[in-house]
């Protein structure tokens, strides 16, 4: 099974398409989308309708923290996040909020457990940009019977953590495109990356590609029409620092 | 785990004879069960030696040469077929490459000749240079993992220590151990480095010295002390064992095993291009030595090691790229000095920012050059003209931190001579005008720097002559024309 995994496209309808696009290429057979399907970008209606057809045939889609404030927007504003939460919920139908309201927090799928954020407490929604954070939520997913690998998103980064000779966690930043080989007697945490909003300085689309029999992992960078994402939040009357940061990268 | 039988089958192979019994693992013949007996090529069958009293570093090296191997390529290490599941029957399917390996030099009573064993380093240093170029860290060369094939070439075998650039490495450690093995041990490695290509040409002095002098550099220590011995100890000069060396080759071998990374050969191939240019090799006093280095000296240099201690290292495709071997073709006639000067600036400037990098420059004369009877015009005379001539043009290119050197082939077709000598010295980039070597006789036929551009083995620099300032005000009259060629 070569299963593609997408987290965090908020979004992003060019940046979706592009990876998929990308994803099939690559000779995907199955979809994962890790959550944050929403907030921040400008095209939530079309990204939804667009998942939720994927799910209907046999797409994975779990919950991340942009998806519930979309689904439950807060009362008050306390963060930019918040503040498009509610704009974003105004966007979505019905149907469309109910999908989202009604999502898993992890799913697990013979020997991989897919989750958002952390998988010590997922609706915590902690980051997991370490070693001692990946240590935990590793922890958490390794009790789960015939769990060897743990892929999540939330902080927006590539990364693959392994453990050592001395079996304590090591981190290791992927290259991008090369098939890193993850044998499936040890246990393995990845942060896939966004799909709709990269923060490491380099704006192309985050997402990475499992391939079960040869036990591979490939971390992927995909160029996409940042220019038009970013142009239909300035349009859209989002803050222009959602619409820079595509620009960006950062 | 207990022999495998002949005649079993094993996940479609069909288990041969076992051809090495070995500490670690044993090595089966083995064929397709089915179909084609191979896959163009005969194969052996690795399986690790994993009972209860083994160590997991045992099982972790396997899957770090599982890892490796089926991401290698090339003429230098055996083809990957296939790999058993770890958890279930752990075996790896490669191509059996036949030939001897080191060792076999090793148990001569006689030592092999000087000859031989430049022939051998320059055949290890193309190897290791092609392992490096793929971003692979062999970390674990020694006499029994170096093969030679009948033709001379040499195949690297055992990657359970190495280091892939783009992979996480299994071995790694917060403690940072030495993994190795010690008498080849590069310095570095014994403070838990693990990714300088630097390593493997320490690994590979080792070797030069001791298929010289018969005699291990550094012994075989068993303590972490004895081990930290070479992060300031110079070993005995192999002249000291074996008077009649040359001193060149000493030089050679002494730069290779330097206790600091950074005064080794920066890459392989430029330990190579010294291995086939003695004549090229600056010698100092290290190459004349026949005694080994003053305690007061050594002191020092221990007092410095005792702070020495674990740095990350570059990619070695990164590091070795900024230490190219950079080759510029230089026209011996029929070449305007607007032509020459241009080539001098682009080498200067392809040389990059960086020391380290050698610029080889190659003159290739047509045959009809020299007479065997015209006095003045002998082989010997001729060549040491054209040479002459080269240092000349190249002498404001003589920068410290970067080694210049001088060469003038024979042959009658350049392009090929040109291309047959990147190859054979691994050269990184070719610079060469763009309109030089005849152009004008050969109009219909490829010129040279097309041929050499389209064949090279590496990236080729056209250079243009920079624009004579006497045509510049011809130039209005002809239009928007590009510049003029030469």
């Known amino acids: ?250 | 785990m207990k022999l495998l039988d002949e005649g079993t089958e094993l996940d479609g192979f069909l288990i041969g004879g076992c051809i090495h019994y070995g500490s670690m693992a044993h090595i089966y013949r083995v064929k397709y069960a089915q179909g084609p007996s191979d896959p163009g090529f005969p194969m052996i069958m690795k399986v690790p030696r994993m009972t209860a009293g083994d160590g997991a570093e045992n099982i972790v090296s396997f899957e770090v040469e599982h890892q490796i191997l089926q991401a290698l390529s090339g003429p230098h290490v055996p083809r990957f077929v296939a790999a058993g599941d770890l958890e279930r029957l752990p075996y790896l399917v490669m191509e059996y490459v036949p030939g001897r390996t080191l060792e076999h030099w090793l148990e001569q009573a006689e030592r092999p000749t000087v000859d031989e064993v430049v022939r051998l380093g320059v055949a290890m240093a193309h190897a290791v240079h092609s392992l490096h170029q793929q971003n692979v860290v062999h970390l674990d060369l020694k006499p029994a993992n170096v093969l030679v094939r009948d033709d001379g070439r040499v195949v690297l075998l055992d990657f359970g220590l190495s280091c892939h650039a783009h992979f996480p490495d299994l071995l790694a450690e917060q403690l940072r151990r030495a993994v190795g093995s010690p008498a080849w041990m590069a310095p570095e490695q014994v403070v838990g480095v693990r990714g300088d290509p630097r390593s493997d040409i320490f690994a590979i002095g080792v070797m030069l010295y001791q298929l010289l002098t018969g005699e291990l550099p550094f012994g075989e220590p068993q303590t972490q002390g004895g081990l930290r011995q070479r992060l300031w100890m110079d070993p005995p000069p192999p002249r000291r064992h074996r008077p009649l060396l040359p001193p060149w080759l000493q030089e050679v071998v002494l730069r290779c095993l330097e206790p600091e990374a950074a005064l080794r050969y920066p890459s392989a191939a430029h330990l190579a291009f010294d291995l086939q240019h003695p004549e090229q090799v600056r010698v100092t006093a290290r190459g004349q030595a026949a005694h080994g280095t003053g305690a007061w000296t050594h002191f020092k240099r221990w007092l410095r090691a005792a702070g020495m201690h674990y740095q990350p290292s570059p990619l070695p495709e990164r590091q070795i790229a900024e230490v190219p071997i950079v080759m510029v073709a230089v026209p011996y006639k029929d070449a305007s000095d607007a032509t020459l000067y241009s080539l001098r600036q682009a080498a200067a400037r392809s040389l990059g920012t960086r020391p380290g990098a050698r610029l080889a420059c190659v003159t290739v004369i047509s045959p009809g050059e020299t007479s065997t009877v015209r006095e003045e015009d002998s082989e010997t005379n001729v060549h040491r003209r054209y040479l002459t001539q080269l240092r000349q043009w190249a002498q404001p290119l003589e920068l410290p931190g970067h080694q210049t050197s001088c060469h003038v082939l024979e042959s009658g077709d350049v392009a090929q001579a040109l291309l047959d000598y990147a190859g054979g010295n691994r050269v990184s980039v070719i610079v060469m005008g763009a309109a030089t070597h005849g152009l004008m006789t050969q109009r219909l036929i490829a010129t040279v720097p097309i041929k050499v551009a389209m064949e090279a083995p590496c990236t080729v620099i056209l250079v243009k002559q920079t624009l004579p300032f006497d045509r510049l005000k011809e130039l209005p009259a002809r239009g928007a024309e590009s510049g003029p060629s030469g």
Request: proline letters at 5%; aromatic letters at 8%; charged letters at 20%.
């Open chain 1, 1 to 250: 099974m070569r299963l593609a995994l997408l987290s965090d496209i908020h979004a992003n309808l060019q940046a979706l398409e592009a990876c998929l696009a990308h994803a099939r290429a690559q000779g995907a057979d199955r979809l994962a989308f890790l959550g944050d399907l929403v907030g921040y970008g400008a095209h939530p209606g079309p990204v939804m309708q667009r998942i939720m057809a994927l799910a209907a045939q046999g797409a994975l889609v779990l919950k991340g923290n942009h998806d519930e404030m979309a689904a439950q927007p807060p009362a008050e504003n306390r963060s930019m996040g918040e503040s498009t939460a509610l704009w974003t919920h105004d966007q979505l139908d019905e149907a469309q909020l109910a999908f989202l309201g009604g999502l898993p927090l992890t799913v697990q799928h013979d020997r991989v457990l897919l989750v958002h954020a952390s998988a010590d407490a997922p609706a915590q929604w902690r980051y997991v940009y370490d070693t001692p954070m990946a240590e935990l939520s590793l922890r958490a997913a390794s009790a789960v019977e015939g769990v060897r690998y743990v892929f999540g998103g939330h902080v927006h980064r590539q990364s693959l953590y392994y453990r050592g000779a001395d079996g304590r966690l090591l981190s290791f930043a992927p290259t991008d495109g090369v098939a890193v080989p993850v044998s499936s007697h040890r246990h393995w945490l990845a942060t896939i990356g966004s799909v709709g909003q990269p923060r490491d300085g380099n704006p192309k689309a985050m997402y990475a590609l499992f391939d079960s029999a040869r036990a591979q992992l490939t971390f992927h960078r995909v160029a996409y029409d940042h220019q038009a994402a970013a142009a239909a939040i300035r349009r859209a009357g989002l803050p222009d620092f959602f619409a820079d940061r595509l620009e960006l990268g950062r």
